[in-house]
C-alpha cells in the first residue's frame, strides 16, 4: 500500500526528498482517502481531473536527486561562476549585507516564507519594516511618500513614465529620456511605451528638452557617465510646458547629494540594491519609487500607512488597499502584484542599522575613494568624461579602452565598456585601496610611482558645495535605536515574533500556493557563487548560472508542453504581459495588426485585465455560469462579434473557482478557430504538473509562478519569478535584452526586466525543487495537493457550502466555501471569521476573491494531515460560535467573532463585561492551551488609515497619543 514513505530504500544515502516535501505519508493519505471514499490516489485524479486533459510526460528527465546530491551540484554551478570584483556599476553595485540581517532576515523563514500583509493583525512586524523603507526612501529622495518597492529601476522608470501620462497638464504623448539614463532602463521604457502609443525621446535633456512638447521626461542622477547635476532648471523647463519630470537616483549618493525632491521632481524611482541587497546576476532587488503627495492615489505597488486598532492603539497596514487588490481591473494603469518585499525589508534593515551616521560613513568613503582613484588616473595621464561625480568615473581610454579593461581583468577586477572608448570605473562599499592600486596598475600598465595613501593627503572631494544635501536624513529615532548587534538582534526577533508565517502555522491561501520553502533550496542563494555576480559581468564568469538556466528553462518546458521558456519576467504580472506581447508581435508579424481584443473571464485575477490593457488591448469580460465555469455560449457570441480583432482569451487554468473545466480544450480551439491565441494563466499549475501539460491542451503562452508552484518563498509579498512558457510560433517573439544577446531570440519584444535574466538569484530553488522531486515526486506533489483540497472539502462541506465542483463533485487543487449564509443567519462576515482565525493561530484563506462573501482555501501538498485537522477543527468549532449567535446566546454586536483578534491585553485587561468567558476568547480548542499566537493588535481600522494617509515613520509623539 505505502507509496510514498516506504519504498524500497534509497541506495543513495539519502532519504527521498519527495517524502519531505509532500505532509501525508502513505498511512494518512490512505486514511484520507477513505474520508473521501475512493480507493486510491488515482481514483480520485481520474474523478477530479477531466480525461481530455490528462497526459503522462514523456521524453527524457533526470532522476531525482537526495538533497546532498542537489547541494552538490548546485555548489558546482556556484564554483563554475567567477567571482571577480566589480566596478561595473550600471545600477548595480557589490554590497554589505550585515550578518545580523543575512542571518536573522534573509535566511530566516520567521521571514521568508510570510506572505503579503494583507491580514494586517499578523503581519505587524513586515509592516513596521516596510514602513521603515518607505520613511528612508521618502527621506532620501525628498519625497512626501514612497512605496513599498518596485520590481526593479526600469520598470519603476516605465511606471514613472505611465503615472505622468496620467497626471501631467500637457496632452502630448510623448515622453523624454535623457540619453544618458542606463541603457536597460531606456530599453524597458521602449518596450513599455509602444503598445501604449507614447513616443520616446531620447536626447539630451539639458538642451533639446525646451525644444520638444512632452508629458514626462527622465533624467538620471548620477548619470551614466557618472556626473552629479543640479537637475532644477532642466525640471524646471518640463514644468513649464505642464510636463512632469521623473528622477532616476542612487540612494546612496542621496545621502550626500542634494535631492531630487529639493530639485523639483514629481517622481523619483531607483533601485535599494547597494543597501545590502546581493547582485545576485540581476536580481531580486527591491526597486522604489517615491512622489508627492498629491499624487498618492497614482502610485502604483503597495503602500503601508499607519492606523489604528478597534482601542486605538497604532497599526500598520497596507493602505488604499482595496483599490491595490483588484489593480483597478479594466481601468488598470499599472498591474504590479508581487513586488519584492524580502528586498526592502532587508534595504530598510541596512540603513536602520547603520543609521544617518553609518550611512553617510560609506558614502563618503566611496565618494573619496573615487575622488582619490580620480585623481590617481588623471596623474597618469587620464582624461575623465567628467569632473563632478559620486561614485562611478568614466575614462576616456580611446583606444585603450579594451587594453584597459583587460589588464583590470588580470588583476581580478571588472570594469564597464560603455563604447566610444569609454571605460566605467564604478565604487561601492566593498571597495578597498588595492582595489584602487589595482586599477591603476591596469590603466598605467604597471605600478605607478605613487599610493593611495600619498593620494589621500592631497586631495580634495570632488562634490561641490552647491550640489551637497543639507537637510537631515534618516531623523527618525527609528533610525538610531539599534546600533549594538545585540539590540539589532532583539529587534529583528521582535518583530518577527508578532508576525505568522509558514513556519507557525498553514497559510492555506487560495491562488497562492504557499507550500514548503525547503531549507535545501534556499541555501545556495547566498553563496557568493551565486550571490555575487554582476548581470553584465563577461559572459564566461557566469558559467555555472547559465547552465542552471538551461536545464531549469528546459524542465519547465518540458513540464509544461510548451517549446520555450524564458525566465525573464520577474513576476507572474510581468509573465502575462510578456506573453501577450508576444501574442501582439506574433500578430502583427502576419500583417494582422489590427487584432487587439483580449476576453478574459469575469474570474480572473486583476493582474489579467491590467497586463490587457498595458499591452495596448482592449477587454471584453466573459460571463462565468453557476458552476464556476466560462460561460461558453458568450464567450462564442464574444469571440464571434470580435472575430476579426480577436487577439486573445487570457483564461486560468484550473480555474480561480477551483475546478477543472470539461470544456477547455474546446474553448482553446475555439479561439484559434476565430485567429485569436489562448495565453493561460498558470497561477493554478499545482493541481496539473505531471498529470497534464498546458502547451498539449491548447496554450500558446502561459506564465508560471515561481513562488507559487516552485517553491520561491513568497517574502512577505516577493520576490517572485514569473516566466512563460511558448509554443514553437511565439518563440521568436519572447523577451531578449540589448546587452546580453544570449539571454532571448534576435527578434524578441524587447526587455521586461532591467536585467537579462530577470530575478537570476533565487532561480536555484526552483532548479533544486524539480530536481529533487523528479517527474514522480512532481507528479505525487499534485495528487497530493489535489487529495489535501478535496479532503479540507469534505470535511468542511456539512458546516459550509462548497461552492464550485467539478463534474463528479470534486474540486481541484483548492476550494470556496461560502460563508454569505452566515451573514444572513448570524450577522457574521467572512472578515469576522478571518480575524477569528487568527484567534485559533491560523492565516485566514483568501476572502472574498474570485467571489465577494467566500474564503478560498488552498491547502498544498505540504501540510500534513494534522495540520488540515487542526484548520478544519478550528472552522468547525467558529461555525458553532456562530451558531450561539444564532441562537441568540450572544448579542450579533458582542461575540468572539466581531471582537476577533483577541489581544492579550484586551484578555487581562481588569475589566472583562463580554457575555463570553475570557477563556472562550482566547482558547476555544483545546490545542491552544499549549501553544497560543498571540496577535499584537487588534482588529486594524482601515478607514480610519485611509482618511489619514500616513505612510512614514510617524513622530514618537504620536504612538505616545495613539495609546492614550
Ligand atoms: C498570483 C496570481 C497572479 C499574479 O502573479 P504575481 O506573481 O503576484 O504577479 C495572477 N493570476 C492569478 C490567478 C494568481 O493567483
Redesign the pocket.
Known sequence: MNTTRTSLPSLEGQEEFATRHIGPDDREVAEMLAVLKVDSLDELIEQAVPASIRTSLTGDFPDPLTERQALERLSGYAARNKVVKSMIGLGYHDTELPTVILRNVLENPGWYTAYTPYQPEISQGRLEALLNFQTMIADLTGMELANASMLDEATAAAEGMTLCHRLAKSKSDRFFVDARTLPQTIAVLETRAQPLGIELIVGDATSELAKTEVFGVLLQNPDLDGRVRDLSETIAVAHEQGALAVVAADPLSLVLVKSPGAMGADVVVGSAQRFGVPMGFGGPHAGFMATKDDYKRSLPGRIVGVSVDRKGNRALRLALQSREQHIRREKATS????AQVLLAVLAGFYATYHGPEGLRRIAARVQRQASILAAGLKRLGATLANDVFFDTLVVEAGGDADGFIERALAEGINLCSLGDGKVGIAIDETTERRHLMAVLRAYGKGDPDFTVLDLDAEVTDSLPQDLLREDEILTHPIFHAYRSETEMLRYLRLLQEKDVALDRSMIPL????MKLNATTEMIPITWPGFAKIHPFAPLDQSEGYRTLIGELEDWLAKLTGFAAVSLQPN??????YAGLLTIRKYHESRGEGQRNICLIPSS?????PASAIMAGMSVVVVKCDDHGNIDVEDMKAKAAANKDRLAALMV?YPS?HGVFEEAIVDICELIHEHGGQVYM?G??LNALLGIAQPGVIGADVM?M?L??TFCIPHGGG?P???PIGLAEHLAPFAPNHPMQAEAGPELGLGPVSAAPWGSALILPISWAYIAMMGRSGLKQATKVAILNANYIAARLGDTFPVLYTGANGRVAHECIIDLRPLKDLAHVSNEDVAKRLIDYGFHAPTMSWPVPGTLMIEPTESEAKAELDRFCEAMISIRAEAAKIEAGDWPETDNPLVNAPHTAELLLADDWQHPYSRSEAAYPVKGLRGDKYWAPVGRVDNAYGDRNLVCSCPPLDSYQDAAE
Open positions: 498591474n504590479i502584484c508581487t487560495g491562488s497562492c500556493t513576476a507572474g504580472s510581468q509573465g502575462e480572473a485575477h486583476g493582474t489579467n486560468t480561480t494563466d497561477a493554478n506564465h509562478n513562488h507559487k516577493g517572485g519569478v514569473g
